[in-house]
């Protein structure tokens, strides 16, 4: 099985993975969410941005 990273963000293509088809169970706790053949998840970017919000959230409460 063929699928594309696409960050759930700013909707940048992360990449390509090939993935057989017995592994697409096999990221139930991971931040990607894989719908059809493509994988959202997040880029490095985003990530740390939404990190960045977390934190300021909880230090401004
Ligand atoms: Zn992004």
Redesign the pocket.
């Known amino acids: 099985m063929f699928m594309l990273k696409v ?1 759930h ?2 909707d ?1 293509i992360l990449g390509e993975m090939e993935v057989e088809d017995s592994l697409t169970n096999a990221y139930p706790d991971s931040i990607m969410d894989v719908v059809g053949n493509v994988a959202y998840t ?2 490095p ?2 990530l740390r941005q939404l990190e960045l919000e977390t934190e300021t959230g909880s230090v401004y409460n």
Do not use: A, H, Y
Request: hydrophobic share 25%; proline share 0%; with cysteine.
């Open positions: 960050c963000v700013c940048s997040l880029c970017e985003c």
